[in-house]
């Protein structure tokens, strides 16, 4: 499956560090997402951004930072991180319709971060 | 606010039993329904589906799940599990017009041969 890819995979980073994921969907979506998924919670909406722009923040703190610098990329930079911070972050994209309904979302494989 | 719950954290079944998960939705409106899996080391894969028409829809390797309007759920179920199916399940809900995902926390489901 390589309909949308993550880099890196796995990244260990001290909270005084700076790093970015980056995200690249090949299906032709809209749409962009990125979500956090902790151990023994729900996947957590963090952002999304359709045409490029952002739609959603869903209360996210602003050590964390997106970029979406076209429909097929999005970053989520990271600075000052904190060891509750440490989670799998998952890209998604979709193609959205005119009315904003019946589309599916499409994951990446993930980054699994681990703040020290 | 919307919320989805999924009622089981963790089943444990032997090859060939029927499964069940239960999924419930807390939205009055249209919604879009979806089952999604991780299989151990893989990405988030949709299982399966629901926008209209038929309530019960079938999703690939032998699941299917029905959306009871009623209820506000929309179980995932399958009529004899494989050791394969051993997995994490995701129900999720899209609300109206709204491209935002809610997910349930999961279900771990082991399969033992």
């Known amino acids: 499956e390589t309909g949308v890819t993550q880099t890196p995979r796995h990244l260990v980073m001290g909270m005084t560090n700076k790093k970015s994921l980056k995200c690249e969907q090949h299906l032709g979506h809209n749409a962009m997402y990125w979500y956090k998924q902790s151990a023994k919670k729900p996947l957590e909406l963090m952002f999304v951004?359709?045409?490029?722009?952002?739609?959603e923040n869903n209360s996210v703190p602003s050590r964390f930072s997106p970029e979406c610098p076209n429909s097929s990329h999005l970053f989520l930079h990271l600075h000052t991180l904190q060891p509750e911070d440490s989670a799998l972050y998952l890209c998604?994209?979709?193609?959205?319709?005119?009315?904003?309904?019946?589309?599916?979302?499409?994951f990446g494989p993930g980054t699994r971060l681990l703040v020290l | 606010a919307q919320s989805v719950s999924q009622h089981n954290h963790h089943v444990i079944l032997s090859e060939a039993a029927s499964l069940e998960l239960g999924c419930n939705y807390s939205y009055g409106g249209t919604v879009n329904l979806f089952w999604y899996v991780q299989y151990p080391g893989q990405h988030l894969q949709l299982l399966l589906k629901?926008?209209?028409?038929?309530?019960l829809v079938k999703g690939i390797k032998g699941f299917e799940a029905e959306f009871i309007k009623s209820k506000f759920s929309f179980n995932l179920r399958k009529p004899s599990v494989q050791w394969s199916d051993t997995a994490e399940y995701f129900c999720?809900?899209?609300?109206?017009?709204?491209?935002?995902?809610?997910f349930g926390a999961g279900t771990r489901l082991a399969v033992h041969p």
């Open positions: 629901y926008f209209s028409g038929d309530p």
């Open positions: 998604a994209s979709s193609q959205v319709g005119a009315s904003g309904g019946g589309e599916t979302q499409y």
């Open positions: 999720a809900v899209k609300a109206g017009g709204y491209n935002k995902l809610i």
């Open positions: 951004y359709n045409f490029k722009e952002q739609t």
